[in-house]
């Protein structure tokens, strides 16, 4: 469903807006849920400070983007709290796949200032909206090793946070890390970290260069901190929130258990 404010106050909309259907947001997650199991082993996730959709905040969620997976793992996180989401991607891929503008995607062109400043305009209202509802944004605008260093940290968050908190509003800021990872097994696995709500006022978030160094150095110490319980293979604390396919060593395993070579796990 497309956001149809007042005459008086409707924003312009991008030149690729939203367009949510609750029939076609359901395929798309069959899809999506069915690519994801295909994939990967399992994913992990692990929150700092709870769900945050108990804050009733609209959210800006700020993630990395080093996989082309990124999007779906954004919608995965999403149906999982159960939230309102909507998602900034690329403008191209979205003209090529307009399909998922039913579940809450819009595209803005780049390299089209007065797309760009439509898109803020957009995307703060989309977070202005009576019910609480959350916006996925990858600021890196592209895709990055996660170990990348300094973190690429464009500044169109900003401006979405500063508009969205006019007239007294607040409005929260998630930051989201995950990493794509070979642990021991034939397939990947996915393991991601909920960081802690940073709130913005309007009077905090007049300051445009303050509130982008907050929320990029917010990534980054989130991005460190998946990565350093990767490298420790610290994971006890991230509960598997989806199964995937088994790879061949658990087809193994489970042949020589039956045959009695090895013990149960």
């Given at each position: 469903?497309?956001?149809?404010?007042?005459?008086?106050?409707?924003?312009?909309?991008?030149?690729?807006?939203?367009?949510?259907?609750?029939?076609?947001?359901?395929?798309?997650?069959?899809?999506?849920?069915?690519?994801?199991?295909?994939?990967?082993?399992?994913?992990?996730?692990?929150?700092?400070?709870?769900?945050?959709?108990?804050?009733?905040?609209?959210?800006?969620?700020?993630?990395?983007?080093?996989?082309?997976?990124?999007?779906?793992?954004?919608?995965?996180?999403?149906?999982?709290?159960?939230?309102?989401?909507?998602?900034?991607?690329?403008?191209?891929?979205?003209?090529?796949?307009?399909?998922?503008?039913?579940?809450?995607?819009?595209?803005?062109?780049?390299?089209?200032?007065?797309?760009?400043?439509?898109?803020?305009?957009?995307?703060?209202?989309?977070?202005?909206?009576a019910e609480p509802a959350w916006l996925w944004l990858f600021p890196q605008a592209e895709i990055t090793p996660p170990r990348a260093r300094p973190l690429s940290f464009h500044g169109g968050a900003a401006h979405i946070v500063r508009r969205a908190t006019e007239g007294g509003r607040t409005v929260g800021v998630l930051p989201i890390a995950w990493e794509l990872v070979f642990r021991g097994e034939q397939h990947p696995e996915i393991v991601m970290l909920v960081g802690d709500i940073i709130p913005f006022d309007e009077e905090r978030a007049r300051d445009l260069p303050s509130v982008r160094a907050c929320l990029s150095d917010a990534l980054t110490a989130i991005m460190d901190t998946v990565g350093s319980d990767i490298a420790r293979d610290d994971l006890a604390a991230y509960r598997t929130i989806l199964r995937g396919r088994v790879g061949i060593n658990d087809r193994f395993d489970r042949l020589l258990r039956r045959d009695r070579l090895v013990a149960d796990p």
């Open positions: 469903m497309t956001i149809r404010p007042s005459r008086q106050s409707q924003p312009v909309a991008p030149r690729y807006p939203a367009r949510k259907s609750p029939w076609g947001e359901l395929l798309i997650w069959a899809l999506v849920r069915t690519s994801l199991r295909r994939m990967f082993v399992r994913v992990r996730l692990r929150e700092t400070s709870g769900n945050p959709r108990l804050a009733g905040l609209p959210l800006l969620l700020i993630a990395n983007h080093p996989s082309w997976w990124d999007g779906y793992l954004a919608l995965l996180l999403s149906r999982r709290y159960g939230m309102r989401r909507y998602l900034l991607m690329d403008a191209a891929q979205l003209k090529r796949y307009g399909f998922f503008a039913w579940a809450g995607c819009f595209g803005i062109e780049r390299t089209d200032a007065r797309d760009v400043a439509r898109g803020i305009t957009y995307a703060a209202a989309l977070l202005r909206q």
